[in-house]
């Protein structure tokens, strides 16, 4: 694989200058009520800091280097993404997932057991919205126990995801995620005026290993 930025999957060769370069350093602390926000009173939607703005810009130029977009993955709902193993990212993924976001869940939710720490599984892909391809999603609900979204880049109007029942929009700041719960939370991806929005988006499953 031609990478562009080789040093993204450097988590295996020094771990610890991995994690204080691309993790956010207020999530690296560990102090969940110091990071997470709920958007609205009750609505049961989080967001707080996961990685730093050097990591998003990376993920998105080596996600146009690599050009592993497609258009059919999701037959009820397509969006334009790849799933983050065709360019050899899922494993740096799954780690920051099993490190920091699944114990926020945890932490939140009051989740106990096995089932919702390390035996966690996950769909995780790319996706990107432009006018001049797909510039929305229809209103829908994930395939996840929990879903986490992303947010990779701001030079875009419009866009965001809108809660319908919690009469929520999330435009959260670059490296930031969103997490919120199924299936209480339908939503769907705004209309992109002008510019190109990346999302990483992970459906997250309770001991689930059937991704494909």
């Not at 690296?28 to 730093?52: M, N, Q």
């Not at 099993?98 to 035996?119: C, D």
């Not at 965001?160 to 997490?179: D, F, S």
Request: aromatic share 14%; glycine share 6%.
């Amino acid at each position: 694989m031609n990478k562009l930025h080789p040093e993204l999957w450097s988590l295996s060769i020094d771990k610890q200058r991995w994690v204080e370069r691309f993790v956010h350093p207020h999530t690296r602390v560990k102090d969940w009520d110091g990071i997470i926000t709920e958007a609205k009173d009750k609505s049961d939607i989080w967001t707080f800091p996961i990685f730093t703005e050097e990591f998003c810009r990376m993920v998105i130029e080596e996600a146009e280097h690599q050009d592993k977009w497609v258009t059919d993955r999701h037959s009820n709902y397509p969006t334009t993404d790849f799933q983050l193993k065709e360019i050899g990212l899922h494993d740096v993924y799954d780690f920051v997932l099993k490190e920091y976001v699944f114990p926020i869940a945890r932490y939140i939710w009051g989740l106990t057991g096995s089932e919702w720490g390390q035996n966690m599984t996950h769909d995780t892909f790319l996706a990107k919205y432009s006018p001049d391809a797909q510039g929305h999603l229809s209103s829908h609900l994930d395939a996840s126990n929990y879903s986490v979204t992303l947010a990779l880049n701001d030079e875009f109007e419009g866009g965001g995801t809108w809660y319908n029942r919690q009469q929520v929009l999330i435009k959260a700041p670059v490296g930031h995620m969103c997490l919120f719960p199924m299936p209480t939370h339908k939503h769907s991806g705004r209309w992109i005026d002008s510019g190109v929005r990346y999302i990483i988006v992970s459906f997250c499953r309770c001991g689930q290993d059937n991704w494909g």
